[in-house]
């Protein structure tokens, strides 16, 4: 049977209106697709428990017994019927409250069933609402095992198509099977990890008689899972190596000594320097260089970026760094211009705002050669920007770009430059291996000395006096202070509202102080007249949204206030609160929010009040909300489709899968290997159905 060709609509009891509703809700459209329309738990089908031993916090229950009587209870929409059940032991009641009749001429008083259900307490007593019942001599327990159920949509249950359905089909197609589903794995991998075929996975992926048999078959399938993404990685990463040369940049010249000798601002941390070492290796090693830099908000990544930049420089190359924001772009150029201030380096700045001869003078200086360091926004990526000799490029905040954009900065010059992406978002070492599994990745795990922890502290927003205290204390002593709101385009009317009304009664209640605000539809110029009050110190406190999340670098401000804290993610929190903390004072960050939260938002709070660790806060964030709403994913390009595996909580899976596909290629560089024929085959399908996991540079 061709599985991965066969419609499902040809299964017996599917057909065409159920096939449709399939495609359309769960994407199921062969009969491969049903085998991999995995349950999302199972319940155990194999014990029964006694009346009198239920209570209304267990999950699903089974029990043996008989009904004694049926009541009709209630008027109209409020009507239900009650069956009165027994074991012998205790008396539960079984409720209904639609399908009433077909109930009561489907079953009968006296007769041995078995109910299965999930205990709820009423009026103090216990009752299992809708139950499953089954006559008792059709079930034989020990062969159910553990019951599959499966995800349906609300459409699907209006149509009568629910978990059980789903389950009848599936138990078909493998009745239907006449051999074992095909291996998709060489039988040396499956033999060296002891791991079980494909076919018994599958069974009992779906059907276990046992928890063992499921961890067998969940093992299997994420190992492989896992396994071909981290293959199709290192397959391109080895292959892209070999085919573009790199620049070799020998020298470490005049530009990188006299900035290290005379202009460094600080000693550099140890992390600094090894990050740096490891970069020099790369720019000489022949290859071009493909590099991940993560550093925690404030590490001193910018720094380290110009320092590779001027090892371009001195060998004749230029160099670029491109920025998501004008702020941020803008920022760069300040900081750049500052510190590079007697050196002979000619640092321009490109975002859509330069025009006219100004702009036009870049382009040519680029074209010279005489414009060696360019700082920019997505205008660097324009066809008119053309470069004499670009040998570096640099890319901030690197998961606002999208694939196809950081790729157009390959075609800037003949020979691929070299290409360091950083980001301040940190990444859970799993993500990394997977989201930017064909980049070295580099780590700047210190902050520079003299830096105090910013202390974090939760307030609700009926305690404004408080708060307003603490904000006077700080500006009185000549600090500046961030106050920022959500920002989340469904609601940007709304947020904006908030934002303004914020902003006056700011005004009113603290109105010896000048404030600044800032949000995404002011026009640019009255944005950067804002922005520039707050940092040359003109105006003590800024309202912003999340505008001000990235770049903004003002070392006087020691307090960031967090309005509707609860509106935001913890990676978005851990950005936020990283605009404080950059000078020599003790800086806070107080998170507002209102009384009543859930549980998952109080434990986001807990977490930002006990740890400033961006690592923690990140492994924190992939496991409380999955890495496709992990901050940066969606806008790198590349949605997340793992039907199994969780790289939140199999991180050991995913680096035995990273080791198996490294052994794999160490041992058949070339791809050749008979042994290996079915893993460049089933590569090549996969490769046709899932995101090119490697196209990250």
């Known amino acids: 049977m061709d599985l991965e060709h066969q419609d499902v609509k040809y299964l017996p009891g599917v057909g065409p209106k159920r096939a449709k509703l399939l495609a359309d809700e769960l994407h199921v459209c062969t009969l491969h697709d049903l085998l991999y329309c995995f349950p999302y738990k199972h319940i155990d089908r194999t014990r029964l428990y006694y009346v009198h031993e239920l209570t209304a916090d267990m999950p699903y229950v089974q029990i043996r017994g008989q009904i004694l009587s049926f009541d009709v209870e209630g008027e109209g929409r409020k009507r239900r019927l009650v069956a009165h059940f027994t074991d012998g032991q205790g008396i539960v009641d079984l409720v209904w409250f639609n399908g009433i009749k077909y109930v009561m001429s489907a079953y009968k008083t006296r007769t041995d069933y078995i109910v299965f259900g999930r205990p709820n307490a009423f009026n103090g007593r216990i009752n299992i609402a809708h139950p499953d019942v089954e006559p008792a001599d059709s079930l034989r327990l020990n062969a159910m095992g553990m019951q599959p159920y499966y995800n349906t949509t609300d459409k699907m249950k209006r149509a009568g198509l629910n978990s059980r359905s789903i389950e009848h089909f599936t138990a078909t197609l493998f009745e239907s099977l006449k051999s074992e589903i095909p291996e998709t794995l060489p039988a040396y991998l499956v033999k060296s990890l002891q791991m079980v075929s494909l076919d018994e996975a599958l069974r009992h992926i779906h059907y276990p008689t046992c928890a063992e048999d499921l961890r067998k078959a969940s093992f299997r399938l994420k190992f492989e899972e896992l396994f071909y993404i981290q293959l199709n990685i290192l397959r391109y990463t080895r292959d892209r190596r070999n085919r573009y040369r790199g620049n070799v940049f020998t020298r470490v010249g005049a530009l990188f000594h006299g900035f290290y000798e005379e202009k460094l601002p600080f000693e550099l941390t140890g992390a600094q320097k090894r990050v740096i070492r490891e970069i020099r290796r790369d720019m000489g090693s022949g290859r071009q260089m493909n590099r991940l830099l993560q550093g925690d908000v404030g590490s001193g990544k910018t720094l380290v970026a110009l320092m590779s930049m001027l090892i371009a420089l001195d060998n004749g190359f230029q160099a670029c760094i491109m920025a998501p924001t004008e702020i941020l772009a803008e920022q760069h150029y300040a900081t750049f211009c500052q510190m590079l201030s007697g050196l002979p380096v000619r640092v321009e700045l490109l975002t859509g705002t330069v025009k006219g001869k100004r702009r ?309 560089p070339n791809c050749a290997a008979e042994k290996n024929e079915i893993l460049w085959k089933q590569l090549a399908k996969l490769r046709k159905t899932i995101v090119d996991w490697s196209a990250i540079s």
């Open 360 to 668: 036009q003078g870049i382009l040519e200086g680029l074209e010279q050669g005489d414009v060696q360091i360019l700082v920019g926004t997505h205008a660097v990526l324009e066809d008119t920007v053309r470069f004499k000799s670009l040998g570096m490029v640099v890319i901030d905040e690197q998961h606002r770009f999208g694939v196809a954009q950081r790729a157009r900065l390959w075609t800037k010059n003949v020979r691929p430059p070299h290409v360091l992406v950083m980001t301040a978002t940190p990444i859970p070492r799993t993500l990394a291996m997977t989201l930017y599994g064909d980049l070295d990745v580099s780590v700047i795990d210190e902050l520079p000395p003299g830096r105090k922890p910013i202390q974090t502290i939760h307030q609700f927003d009926n305690r404004r006096e408080s708060l307003y205290r603490g904000l006077r204390a700080q500006l009185n002593q000549g600090r500046q202070a961030y106050v920022v709101y959500p920002l989340i385009k469904e609601s940007e009317k709304m947020d904006i509202k908030n934002l303004e009304e914020g902003y006056e009664q700011l005004c009113h209640d603290l109105p010896e102080y000048k404030i600044s605000r800032v949000h995404g539809k002011m026009k640019a110029a009255e944005k950067e007249a804002e922005m520039q009050d707050f940092i040359s110190g003109k105006t003590q406190i800024l309202v912003a949204t999340t505008v001000i999340e990235v770049g903004v670098n003002v070392p006087n401000a020691s307090v960031m206030v967090i309005e509707n804290a609860e509106r935001f993610g913890l990676a978005q929190l851990h950005q936020l609160r990283g605009r404080v903390g950059r000078g020599a004072d003790q800086s806070y960050c107080i998170l507002v929010t209102k009384f009543q939260l859930s549980a998952d938002t109080r434990k986001r709070i807990q977490i930002m009040t006990e740890t400033n660790d961006g690592f923690e806060i990140a492994e924190a964030d992939l496991k409380l909300r999955g890495p496709g709403d992990l901050e940066g994913t969606q806008q790198s390009g590349v949605a997340f489709s793992l039907r199994l595996a969780d790289l939140a909580r199999d991180g050991q899976i995913v680096q035995l899968a990273r080791n198996m596909a490294e052994s794999v290629l160490d041992a058949d």
